[in-house]
């Protein structure tokens, strides 16, 4: 930042005003401005020589597209997202979430407002480009983020929700009966969270091999895939990086740097994808239809891509020209891949991963229940089955007598009211009866076994209740 405003200052500098910076030189004047010896500037120079050397980009045309993008002094351009960034992010995409597997024809990006906006706008642009209509039927894989289960609900897209159910006794993995429901062709596309919120599993490799069989056979279905946690899943593979041409991704930056005040994710899709294929083969009116409103905004919109319609979508067409996220938020993004890409090692994600492993062993182990160390578990989440545990540590009468006599949400206002502890309701996540999520992510690994020996200490007072009713029947 103190570069770029020095830049600024260069060419015109008048009282409180300044200039543009200019691209001439400017790689130069970054290396006599930074110092090696402090560790946030080490930092940024190692990754401005990552980017020249190892992504093959222009040392001036990069420094100028960050320092201009940081002051914020131009408007997005291109609108979709800066081309040296778009770059950086792929390349972070393919390290963090492709497992090293570089899609074949490339990949646009769409920096945006967060995960949720690109969610809102993918399903706002699928429904308005006619690839979604009333009455078609999605697949969504369930348990998932709740918003996923309302969205396609409360915005009237009239849309007919089959679940593909995941669940505990399949390691919250999706079984081959679930799966082979995506082949039937009236299904238009397939929603799901990987790794799951709230189960946090990821598809075992096992799944993707039969996910992509799967989708031989319904080879025009749209899949939606939100990666938010991937990265907490060691040598995660996505969805897309194993069908692109069928796959939207979304990724957010906000779970992994603990960042979601700065509303940063993306929208990413191969060039060669299934939304532009059924753009095309859409019916001449419908087309007609489509080429009057975007012409508004640029000369032929018969090429128009999807991402750039969603693009477009996003600022309701006619603010095409300003649309895109705000160049500063762009570089931030940058800068949280460079944190990943421009080392051999990223110590951070280990740590992260670390952080949340080591509280949810302190949880489990609390509770007593056992624990799934697998590679698929994310461990940012996890559902506890409060009912299953009864049965198993206070038996199956009293399992019963609280079946009959306390409800989930009697237990979940119980807990918040008198233990002061607040979990979220497992059934509002199509999750079993009798479950509760619980998050990792934001707490310290000793409030974990607070929260652990608080349900405990109501469980022992409901089995007290239990007993003493019992014994009355029995006088
Ligand atoms: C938190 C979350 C999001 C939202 O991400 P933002 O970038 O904060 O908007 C999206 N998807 C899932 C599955 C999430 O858990």
Redo the contacts with the bound molecule.
Sequence with gaps: MDFATSECELVYADGDMAGHGKKEGIGERFDGFMDETAETDKFLIDAVEHCVKDLNMDKDDLLFELANGITGDYYPTPSRCLTNTEAILNEFLVTALFNGKEPEKGTDIFPT???????TYIFHALNHNRLLKPGDKIAIGTPI?TPYLEIPDVNNYGLVPINVVSDEAHNWDIDEEELNKLKDKDIKAFFL?NPS?PASHALSSHTLDALEEVVSENPDLIILT?D??GTFVEGFESVYSRLPYNTIL?Y????LYGA?GW???LVAMSRDNVCDHLLSKLSEEDKKALWDEYAIAVPDPSSMKFIERLTADSRSIGLYHTSGLSTPSQIFMDIMALSHTTYEKDEYIELANATVNERYIALMDALGIDKDLSGENAEYYTIVDINAMIGEQYGSDFAQWKHENISDLDFLNDLAQKKGVVLMYGPGFDAPEGSVRISLANLYTEDYVEIARRIRELLDEYYTEFEAEALQEAA
């Design positions: 407002e967060g995960g949720s906006a690109a969610m983020f969270v919120n939100d938010v946690y979304v957010s930056f906000s779970k979601t509303r940063t994710g």
